[in-house]
Each structure stands twice: as structure tokens, then as C-alpha cells.
């Protein structure tokens, strides 16, 4: 079935970018949304950011005006843009992509923001 591959994460210094990127290995059709969650370690998964299929996108306060989410329905394409990192930022982020009958979900890629 359906994979979902993700890339880009590692060790990044407080203050610097990164670029988060999830494509879908196979066929996949009628994604309404793409999303990124994060999961601390002690944490609870959550919501980074989301975008529909029409382009509407979502974001936790916390990364507001510092991360931009974006997608290439033609490659099937989730990136996740990620400036001013701070070590908060620290965690495991999975990709998702929802459609009407369901969820395909990443297998997390970490990312480690030192101080």
C-alpha cells in the first residue's frame, strides 16, 4: 500500500532552518489534507500545521510566522519550511495525509535543535 517517505530532519543549532519534506511512495489519490504533528519526548503528539487541498492552511501558535507548510499535489509533496528554530522545537515530526476514508501517516523523522 501506500507509504508515506519523509526526509530533511537531523541537527540543527537554535536559530537556524530546515526543510521537512514527505512524498508518497505509491498511487495515492483525492488528498484533501496534508498535515505535520510533532512529538516531544514526555509529550502528547500534536497538530504543527495543515493544508487542505484548497490551499487553506493551519498552524499552531507556536511555530506562527517561523514554519510554512506547502504541497506539489503533482509529486504528491508535503513540505514542511522551518525558520528561527528554537530547542522547543525538538522533536518527532510525522507527516499525515488524510482523505475522506482515512489517514496515511509518516514514519516520524527527528529533529534536534541545540542551544
Known amino acids: 500500500q501506500v507509504q508515506l517517505v519523509e526526509s530533511g530532519g537531523g541537527l540543527v543549532q537554535a536559530g537556524g532552518s530546515m526543510r521537512l519534506s514527505c512524498a508518497a511512495s505509491g498511487a495515492i489519490f483525492s488528498i484533501n489534507a496534508m498535515g505535520w504533528y510533532r512529538q516531544a519526548p514526555g509529550k502528547q503528539r500534536e497538530l504543527v500545521a495543515t493544508i487542505t487541498s484548497g490551499l487553506y492552511t493551519i498552524y499552531a501558535d507556536s511555530v506562527k510566522g517561523r514554519f510554512t507548510i506547502s504541497r506539489d499535489n503533482t509529486k504528491n509533496t508535503v513540505y514542511l519550511q522551518m525558520n528561527s528554530l528554537k530547542p522547543e522545537d525538538t522533536a518527532v515530526y510525522y507527516c499525515?495525509?488524510?482523505?475522506?476514508?482515512?489517514?496515511?501517516w509518516g514514519q516520524g523523522t527527528q529533529v534536534t535543535v541545540s542551544s
Open positions: 499525515k495525509f488524510t482523505q475522506q476514508n482515512g489517514a496515511y
